[in-house]
């Protein structure tokens, strides 16, 4: 069993940043990859950023060059920085884990993810 609890989403100006955080918990530690996903009203999920165990990342390119995702296995968190946000960065961001045998995986598909968490804010004002 996988706890997913998000944090840092809030309102901000374009042009703006926040630092999204994900605390992960899990009895064992069998994490091999972690991604941040976002869903804007009326749209789909989408795949955001994934990091792997072995850090390797890969990002939407709606946000590459702006947003950075990070992870630190001693704290057990996943970090999701954004810079030059834009309105169209608005949603509701999710934190999700997956497990693969092989720790260079990394997906932007939801379908690969195992565990969620209940998602934070993000409203970016033009």
């Known amino acids: 069993q996988v706890q997913l609890v998000e944090s840092g989403g809030g309102s901000v100006q374009a042009g703006g940043s926040l630092r999204l955080s994900c605390a992960v918990s899990e009895d064992t530690k069998t994490t091999t990859f972690l991604g941040w996903f976002r869903q804007a009203p009326d749209l789909q999920r989408e795949g955001v950023a994934s990091i792997s165990i072995w850090s390797r990342t890969i990002y939407a390119d709606s946000v590459k060059g702006r947003f950075t995702i990070s992870w630190d296995y001693s704290a057990n968190t996943v970090y999701l920085q954004m810079n030059n946000l834009k309105p169209g960065d608005t949603a509701m961001y999710y934190c999700?884990?997956?497990?693969?045998?092989?720790?260079?995986?990394?997906?932007?598909?939801?379908?690969?993810?195992?565990?969620w968490g209940q998602g934070t804010q993000v409203t970016v004002s033009s």
């Open positions: 999700a884990a997956g497990f693969s045998g092989d720790g260079h995986v990394v997906s932007l598909s939801a379908v690969h993810y195992t565990y």
